[in-house]
């Protein structure tokens, strides 16, 4: 990239710093500099450039890391929170600096890809692309028909004045059912079954794309790797990444 010209916020989500959107509210709250001055929206810069957030310089670009983290029940999706009882840096100690792409709310559990590649953050993280993200729940009184049926074709939901995707959906037992959903919303399967007349009490990521849970215990987390890591970047639109980046 040196010598060419990028948006501050994409270098900064290219260094593994956060998304570019969150990096955008860094740029506005004046927590980042380019050569000792505070950086303004749309600062362009290169890799000569000198660039630090909250006061910290970035060193030169990482080579890009992907890991599969289960997220226990009771987890803040941040970094840093001084209201947070629990937080992703108390259990995902890796020398790389990575952040999420997609968040879970503190009182659900299940996968979470953890990353410093901000393109790969942008892609996972944008409904429009419609990734998959499978989910097994479980909810508080018995399952009828009708229920699975108003989940599947899409529920409108007020107070986000939106309707949800069709999705795909299974019953699995008398309360709970896999649920695999195209889109983002804020605290989206909780708000359906609350639209329905049910109420969540245990809900849980088990697959995001072609990344599964598959053994990870609460608290744990595993690099992705190989073809799991090639199909993951392919299915994201991002087939043409630096192999040796990754290595």
């Known amino acids: ?59 030169g670009r990482p080579s890009k890391v992907v890991l599969a983290f289960y ?13 947070a009882e629990k937080i992703i840096n108390d259990y995902v100690k890796y020398p790389v600096r ?6 879970l709310d503190k009182d659900s559990e299940g996968l979470l890809l953890l990353t410093n590649d901000g393109d790969l953050i942008e892609s996972v993280m944008r409904g429009l692309h419609r990734h998959e993200k499978e989910y097994t729940v479980k909810v508080d009184r018995e399952i009828e028909p009708q229920f699975l049926e108003k989940m599947a074709a899409g529920i409108y939901l ?5 309707t949800t995707r ?18 983002g919303l804020n605290r989206q399967i ?7 007349g049910y109420e969540v009490r245990q809900l849980k990521r088990v697959r995001i794309m072609n990344i599964e849970l598959k053994n990870l215990t609460p608290g ?8 799991e890591l090639e199909r993951l970047y392919r299915d994201a639109g991002l087939s043409n990444f630096d192999q040796r980046r990754i290595e």
């Open 166 to 183: 069709p999705c795909g959906i299974r019953q699995t037992g008398r309360y709970t059912f896999q649920i695999i959903l195209t889109q």
């Open 98 to 103: 990575v952040t999420y792409a997609g968040r």
């Open 1 to 59: 990239m040196e010598g060419n010209n990028v948006r501050l916020n994409k270098f900064l989500a290219d260094h593994g710093v956060c998304s570019r959107r969150e990096a955008d509210r860094l740029i506005e709250q004046g927590r980042v500099t380019v050569n000792g001055q505070t950086a303004a929206a749309g600062y362009k810069v290169t890799e000569r450039d000198s660039v630090a957030v909250n006061g910290k310089l970035l060193q």
């Open 220 to 227: 744990k987390y595993r690099e992705v790797q190989g073809q």
């Open 190 to 196: 909780r708000r359906m079954c609350q639209a329905c």
């Open 158 to 162: 007020r107070e986000l004045k939106q």
């Open 71 to 83: 997220k226990p029940v009771g987890v803040t999706c941040t970094e840093q929170d001084r209201h």
